[in-house]
């Protein structure tokens, strides 16, 4: 979390922990108790609100570090400078945000009166110049933030009830086409005309057609590039399944004049009733802005114009989104995968911990993008802060 110009730092203030808030080691929890793991670090115990609102979640598990952290301020001080020696300031800045978010500890913000008073959550943040970010208006984004507004709105309408893996999986398959009558097959006659223009042979993985061209034969794959620890960027052409074929002729003639390492598209009809139904990847993100120029035009020739299905949380790059990027992250001690995966995960933690607070659907959604914010996503376009 970064704040805005002229705004005071959060490593100034002076905090405490919140009144209320016992921590429990995990030796006096019962033996049978089933403790969710932390979101890093070792498991301590739980964080157990007396005062929790109602509608918010009383508990949360912990981790050494924070209870060393919630300890030391259970008498009023700055952040322990243990933290900011380990972390450095800016990622312990955004994990000092992460836990006033939280709710675990308070900001004292004298500017509420004359003996000042205690602050914390959303409105703590603010005042902070840390507040919910600001979200892109292009067509795709506004589509991506009313798909987070809907999922919280289920997660308050059903008391919470789901695990962070089932929002998870709620949000990769959000967008999918919802039926795909009569559409069986009717694309593959444009990924023939692709190999043909490409001089490429397709090979099938899994629910995939993967072609590369001729060019690439003995060059480093996308799954080469992510495994050799190298962010992948890539292209999604979104158009509706009933237009697939047609995208896919009109994009032959242009893909021999672009520089990309491979393209996938769906092979069987589940797959393409999916918003990421066609994938290019790029060595890098110029080539792949060179390259979308180039296919978004060739995609606006002829008659009847495509239309749209659109790639949810990625950034746009036509203002129907059609066209859309984002980058595979790279983590360090896991295992490959997408960007829309990974994002999944990261929304369906967020909108579990937002939980906690017990506010209305709207503030949820600006804590869940305040979450997002903290942890590297540019929610303005959906797309990593870095590769802005």
């Not at 060393?68 to 008498?75: H, I, P, R, T």
């Not at 380990?86 to 900001?107: F, K, M, P, S």
């Not at 709207?362 to 305040?370: D, I, P, S």
């Amino acid at each position: 979390m970064t704040g805005s110009a002229g705004a005071r730092d959060l490593l100034a203030a002076r905090l405490r922990r919140r009144p209320g808030l016992e921590l429990v080691p995990r030796e006096r929890l019962e033996a049978s108790a089933s403790l969710p793991a932390p979101r890093s670090g070792e498991l301590f115990g739980i964080a157990r609100w007396s005062d929790a609102p109602a509608g918010g979640s009383h508990l949360e598990a912990i981790d050494t570090d924070l209870a060393l952290v919630l300890y030391a301020l259970d008498e009023p001080g700055r952040l322990p400078a243990f933290v900011r020696r380990a972390l450095g300031d800016a990622a312990a800045r955004q994990r000092l945000g992460e836990w006033v978010l939280d709710g675990l500890l308070e900001v004292h913000r004298p500017e509420l009166g004359a003996a000042g008073s205690w602050d914390t959550g959303a409105s703590a943040l603010e005042a902070f110049g840390l507040g919910a970010p600001p979200t892109a208006d292009d067509e795709l984004a506004r589509r991506s933030l009313r798909l987070l507004e809907l999922t919280v709105a289920g997660d308050v309408a059903e008391g919470g009830r789901a695990a962070r893996h089932e929002l998870a999986e709620r949000l990769y398959r959000a967008g999918r086409e919802p039926d795909g009558g009569g559409l069986e097959g009717c694309w593959k006659g444009g990924v023939d005309e692709v190999c043909a223009a490409l001089g490429a042979t397709p090979s099938r993985i899994d629910f995939w057609t993967v072609v590369r061209p001729s060019t690439r034969s003995r060059g480093v794959s996308a799954a080469g590039a992510a495994a050799g620890a190298r962010p992948v960027p890539k292209l999604y052409v979104s158009p509706a399944a009933a237009d697939l074929g047609e995208a896919l002729r009109r994009l032959a003639p242009a893909l021999r004049r672009i520089d990309f390492v491979e393209l996938k598209v769906g092979a069987t009809l589940d797959a393409v009733l999916r918003p990421d139904k066609l994938v290019l990847y790029f060595e890098d993100r110029r080539r792949l802005e060179q390259a979308a120029e180039s296919l978004l035009s060739a995609l606006r020739r002829g008659e009847p114009s495509l239309r749209v299905h659109g790639v949810p949380f990625s950034g746009a790059l036509s203002p129907d989104g059609l066209l859309s990027w984002a980058i595979d992250p790279v983590i360090e001690g896991e295992p490959m995968t997408s960007w829309r995966a990974w994002l999944a995960q990261e929304i369906a933690a967020a909108i579990v911990a937002s939980r906690r607070s017990g506010s209305s659907v709207e503030e949820r959604c600006g804590e869940v993008l305040q979450r997002l914010h903290g942890r590297g996503v540019d929610v303005a376009v959906w797309a990593p802060l870095e590769a802005r």
